[in-house]
């Protein structure tokens, strides 16, 4: 599977963003994905995944109730929308695909990661 991000930007803190990230290669209805940021010199973090077929989703405590994550299958694509964003927001955002029964947390369980797309909140 390749992956594709993008959509980051500047937002001033209380905006939105809408981040995509198509795919290609393999069948994407297949595969379960997840969003994940990093800062430099910190770990990359979970931020939310959902699964194959779109029904379960997950988030970080962090993100809960702000963000959402969405799936479409006929357009090969993953979107998170972001609303009320924060300045602690800032980040390299990463979507990531894994196959597999489960829609999981854990950066090691996805096999496949996009280049990243830049997401700058400004207080």
């Known amino acids: 599977v390749q992956l594709q991000a993008s959509g980051g930007g500047l937002v001033q803190a209380g905006g939105s963003l809408r981040l995509s990230c198509a795919a290609s290669?393999?069948?994407?209805?297949?595969?379960?994905m997840g969003w994940f940021r990093q800062n430099p010199g910190k770990e990359r973090e979970f931020v939310a995944a959902?699964?194959?077929?779109?029904?379960?989703?997950t988030y970080s405590a962090s993100v809960k109730g702000r963000f959402t994550i969405s799936k479409d299958n006929a357009k090969n694509t993953v979107y998170l929308q972001m609303n009320s964003l924060k300045p602690e927001d800032t980040a390299l955002y990463y979507c990531?695909?894994?196959?597999?029964?489960?829609?999981?947390?854990?950066?090691?369980?996805?096999?496949?990661w996009g280049q990243g797309t830049q997401v700058t909140v400004s207080s």
């Open positions: 290669g393999r069948t994407f209805s297949s595969v379960h």
């Open positions: 990531a695909a894994k196959n597999g029964d489960f829609v999981a947390s854990s950066r090691d369980a996805y096999e496949y």
């Open positions: 959902i699964s194959r077929n779109g029904i379960i989703t």
